[in-house]
Nanobody, 126 residues
Framework: QVQLVESGGGLVRPGGSLTISCSGS????????IGWFRQAPGKERKSISC??????STHVDDSVKGRFSVSRDKGLVYLQMTGLKREDTAVYYC?????????????????????WGQGTQVTVSA
């Protein structure tokens, strides 16, 4: 059974930093492109970043560019968040897409991801 698990969410003050990670079981995460999404209360889920399966290609949405970055290492995928703002408060999800070209030249839509984690809450508040 494939399972993705997000870890590292929590409460952080405005301007602070937080790194969340995505791990997988029943799946070789290195074979998949990984996308990061977030959903704030009352809003639709939004794609914010992705990284190709080999890690050579990344994408960060303009809304968080310069503050967020994505990386992968040893079977984990990380979303590093700096300069956090109250509007970054959301549940953050990782998702896996097996397509070799995923996040290499194009950014997959949510429906292209085959596996999803349960999400981790990130709250930015003083």
């Amino acid at each position: 059974q494939v399972q993705l698990v997000e870890s590292g969410g929590g409460l952080v003050r405005p301007g602070g930093s937080l790194t969340i990670s995505c791990s997988g079981s029943g799946i070789t995460l290195g074979d998949y492109a990984i996308g990061w999404f977030r959903q704030a209360p009352g809003k639709e889920r939004k794609s914010i970043s992705c990284i190709s399966s080999n890690g050579d290609s990344t994408h960060v949405d303009d809304s968080v560019k310069g503050r967020f970055s994505v990386s992968r290492d040893k079977g984990l995928v990380y979303l590093q968040m700096t300069g956090l703002k109250r509007e970054d408060t959301a549940v953050y999800y990782c998702a896996a897409d097996y397509s070799p070209s995923s996040c290499s030249g194009y950014v997959p839509e949510a429906q292209e991801y085959g596996y999803w984690g349960q999400g981790t809450q990130v709250t930015v508040s003083a």
